[in-house]
């Protein structure tokens, strides 16, 4: 098992930047990914960005550019850089990670508002 718990939620102004964290726990050695989902009011949830144990990273089109994914180094972390944020960037933000056999994990989610 994998406890997933995100940090870094809140209110900003358009244009703003906020830092998600979020820390695993338990069986990280089964971890392959890592990222991060986003869930808006009447919306389904959808990939943000994401990130593998080798590096690789995956980001939708709508963060390209303005959003970063990152591990700490201890590969236990995640963080998710928001700049140039904008109302529509809006949602609950889930931390997820998945293992080698696609079992996925889940946060409990943390909230992002933009706005003025």
């Known amino acids: 098992q994998v406890q997933l718990v995100e940090s870094g939620g809140g209110l900003v102004q358009p244009g703003g930047s906020l830092r998600l964290s979020c820390a695993a726990s338990?069986?990280?050695?089964?971890?392959?990914?890592m990222g991060w989902y986003r869930q808006a009011p009447g919306k389904q949830r959808e990939l943000v960005a994401a990130?593998?144990?080798?590096?690789?990273?995956n980001y939708a089109d709508s963060v390209k550019g303005r959003f970063t994914i990152s591990r700490g180094n201890a590969k236990n972390t995640v963080y998710l850089q928001m700049n140039s944020l904008k109302p529509e960037d809006t949602a609950v933000y889930y931390c997820?990670?998945?293992?080698?056999?696609?079992?996925?994990?889940w946060g409990e989610g943390t909230l992002v508002t933009v706005s003025s």
């Open positions: 997820n990670a998945v293992t080698p056999l696609n079992m996925n994990y």
């Open positions: 338990g069986s990280i050695f089964s971890i392959y990914a």
């Open positions: 990130i593998t144990n080798g590096g690789s990273t």
